[in-house]
């Protein structure tokens, strides 16, 4: 019938209605399917129709009023649909002989009538997924003596008396599916126990208190889910009276205590489900009796201690879930019995030692995160082991070593993640690691591979030594290296004694003076492990993020870019422009930190941005000459008492005695660099202080240099020139004049010095 149209189903079904009633009542059904658009007016003259499917189709609108007066109709059948409208509030009254009743999966609003809970032969009654709304009656169910399931999932419905709603309940002898998610329930009270509901879903209701111990006394419970409530309080111990229970779902809600022994004694249960609680204490020892188990999820709780090595023994597991906890010791070998293993997390725990190799034995696991551990050692080769492997994360732990190779052979892989650890080598590039990203393998100590991991290059590798070079050089060696460190010393003696002044400055890089050693993971647990929200800002040669150290030291990290050689050489240039410098008008550097992958400097944490020097200092107070290069507003930066401090000296130079300039190829920030410099490369002295003024003129016009008001010949410079000195007040900030009244004179006065200074810089 489905090709046929529908204005010809309409025309067809009102002859059939009137002029073969008899034929109808003696088929006593009438099947109708596939439909498209409305359901014709014309069903409703069916006088003797009893069953009407009309469910996986596409219809819309809503159900014609007269089929509600089908006296006769025994099922009414329209699942998965677009319908719409509400259900005429005399339901109950007109369809007497109803028994189903499935509107599920359309969009039906409005209230349910109170007289449809009249219909005493409803056997189910499934509403599921619709709009309705309102208040349910509190004593619905007294006449539904024949119900076997209730369905009014995902709607918006209201139980107000959730005591007298449930003791209504406790009439339907033959209840055995009760599906209330979605809706709202203030408490479980205690006549609860009675209900002989085998299935019990009550997600996501809002339902607040105690689970009352009368849920002990629900003995034909096969399923009991109160998944994402308010829920509070321990779990009852009654629940060992649930000797049929196969699933268990009270995740998601603020329970507290610990995970009780009673619940190791249901011997039939298959899935329980407590992550995302309150609970403490110790997972017990007899969780290994629950050999029925098939999925356990307890993460996301406060347990601790070691995982209990009964668990080993569930060899019939399928998902286990202790994610997100304290719980301590080594990962234990016996992890190979779990064979039928999908599921393993045990991530943000504390676990520590090697990776055993036995968890290769796992051929079914799938996904597979011990992520934020103390796991070191090296990632055994024989992970490939694992041929199901779809998702591996290895990532913030402690291992070395390399990345097995053998890890290409898993076809189904689509997702690793081995950040954060203390791995080098090749990253291998066959198999699925081709489509792998740099968020994968970052902040590793020596690794290397492909460009686009953002890693360095692998150089060529080093050839076997033969034995007998092994041999010389292990004769060879020790005498070279002493013969070394003699010279080292000669030279050292001699240099120190050209030294004028003894008494060196205090260093501020780890590598100098008294050093302040502080480790890469010091670092990546100071700034969160470079979290979003400790990014300061991005320069030309890398990332600062704020940081908080141990100690309580707040610390600005600037991370360097080695994408390329020069922003690598950046840093080297820093440490060695800093070494020996020192002044309180300069940013204190209080480490570094240099990898073949990762370079960074550990500096004082200023909080108040940007602007002034300590010019004179570099060119004249130290022992060699240091020329910043790149001097602009956001390089020098203001402490919590407005003390300025210059920073960034990635592209700084130093000059030999006697020297008065230099040449570079790297330039410095377009608008703040001198014309020679940007011309010819040329480096002096008089460049960073061209940048200065550069910098006066920007703070009291609040313009940059770059701003699209200088084109052609007009630049920030011209522009105060032309002004300056009887017209300032037209290039001034208008900000620092407002409302001053007498006082414009001196201001006047003031802003023509400074512009003054500014321009013959």
């Not at 879930?321 to 016996?334: E, H, R, V």
């Amino acid at each position: 019938m489905s090709s046929l149209r529908l204005d010809f189903i309409s025309t067809k079904i009102r002859t059939l209605a009137i002029n073969h009633a008899h034929d109808l009542s003696q088929r006593s059904s009438s099947l109708l399917r596939s439909f498209i658009c409305t359901i014709p007016e014309e069903i409703g003259y069916l006088d003797k129709l009893e069953r009407l499917f009309l469910s996986n189709n596409s219809l819309s609108g809503s159900i014609p009023s007269k089929i509600f007066n089908l006296s006769s109709l025994t099922y009414l059948e329209v699942e998965e649909n677009s319908l719409s409208g509400t259900i005429p509030s005399n339901t109950g009254y007109s369809l007497p002989s109803l028994q189903h009743l499935h509107l599920n999966n359309n969009n039906f609003v409005g209230n349910i009538p109170n007289n449809i809970f009249n219909s005493s032969n409803l056997i189910h009654f499934q509403l599921t997924d619709n709009e309705f709304s309102g208040t349910l009656p509190n004593t619905a169910f007294g006449d539904l003596g024949l119900l076997e399931s209730f369905n009014i999932d995902t709607n918006n419905l209201t139980i107000e008396d959730s005591h007298q709603f449930f003791t209504s309940l406790t009439n339907c002898r033959y209840l055995k599916y009760l599906e209330l998610s979605g809706n709202h329930i203030p408490n479980l009270p205690k006549s609860i126990g009675n209900i002989t509901s085998e299935f019990f879903w009550a997600k996501s209701c809002g339902i607040e208190g105690n689970i009352p111990v009368e849920v002990g006394n629900m003995s034909n419970l096969l399923l009991l889910s109160l998944y994402d409530n308010n829920i509070n309080g321990p779990i009852p111990r009654s629940l060992k009276g649930l000797e049929k229970l196969q699933v268990l779902s009270l995740a998601y809600n603020a329970l507290k205590g610990s995970f009780i022994d009673e619940l190791c004694l249901i011997k039939s249960l298959g899935e329980l489900y407590l992550e995302n609680n309150k609970l403490s204490g110790v997972l017990p020892t007899c969780s290994g009796n629950m050999t029925s188990l098939r999925k356990l999820n307890v993460g996301s709780n406060n347990l601790n201690s070691k995982i209990p090595s009964s668990l080993w023994g569930l060899t019939d597991i399928l998902m286990l879930d202790l994610s997100s906890n304290a719980f301590i010791g080594d990962f234990p070998p016996d992890i190979g019995n779990l064979r039928e293993l999908v599921i393993l997390d045990l991530s943000r725990n504390q676990i520590s030692s090697n990776i055993p190799t036995t968890i290769s034995s796992l051929q079914n696991l799938q996904n597979l995160s011990l992520a934020h551990n103390k796991l070191n050692g090296s990632i055994p080769a024989s992970l490939n082991g694992m041929v199901s492997l779809i998702s591996l994360d290895l990532s913030q732990n402690m291992l070395t070593g390399v990345i097995p190779k053998s890890l290409e052979s898993l076809l189904y892989l689509q997702n690793i993640n081995f950040s954060y650890n203390r791995l080098q080598g090749e990253i291998p590039n066959g198999g699925h690691f081709k489509n792998f990203t740099a968020q994968s393998f970052m902040h590793n100590e020596a690794l290397c591979g492909d460009p686009h991991l953002q890693v360095p290059t692998c150089g060529k590798q080093v050839k076997k030594w033969s034995m007998e070079k092994k041999l010389i050089l292990k004769c060879i060696l020790p005498i070279v290296v002493s013969s070394i460190l003699v010279v080292a010393c000669i030279i050292l003696l001699k240099h120190n004694k050209r030294k004028k002044n003894k008494t060196s400055l205090e260093r501020g890089l780890s590598t100098l003076g008294a050093p302040r050693r502080i480790s890469y993971y010091e670092i990546v647990q100071a700034t969160n492990g470079f979290n979003e929200s400790n990014f300061l800002g991005r320069g030309g040669f890398g990332s600062v993020y704020q940081g908080k150290l141990l100690d309580g030291e707040m610390i600005a990290v600037k991370v360097i870019d080695l994408q390329s050689e020069a922003k690598s050489k950046s840093f080297d240039a820093e440490c060695n422009a800093m070494r020996n410098l020192r002044h309180r008008n300069m940013v204190k550097i209080i480490s570094s930190c240099s990898n073949l992958d990762f370079k960074s400097l550990v500096m004082e944490f200023m909080s108040n941005g940007n602007v002034a020097s300590a010019l004179e200092y570099l060119h004249h107070g130290s022992s060699v000459p240091v020329v910043h290069c790149d001097l602009k507003p956001s390089n020098v930066l203001l402490d919590e008492n407005m003390v300025a401090h210059v920073s960034d000296f990635g592209i700084a130079k130093l000059m030999d005695e006697g020297q008065s300039k230099t040449h570079t190829q790297t330039l410095a920030t377009i608008g703040y660099l001198a014309p020679e410099y940007g011309s010819k490369g040329i480096v002096s002295v008089k460049g960073d202080v061209y940048s200065y003024g550069i910098m006066l003129m920007e703070i009291f016009t609040r313009r940059k240099p770059t701003d699209d008001m200088f084109v052609a010949e007009l630049n920030l410079k011209t522009w105060i020139s032309g002004s300056f000195p009887n017209s300032i007040m037209e290039v001034l900030d208008s900000n620092l004049v407002q409302q001053i009244g007498e006082q414009i004179d001196d201001i006047l006065n003031y802003m023509s010095s400074i512009f003054g200074l500014a321009l013959k810089c």
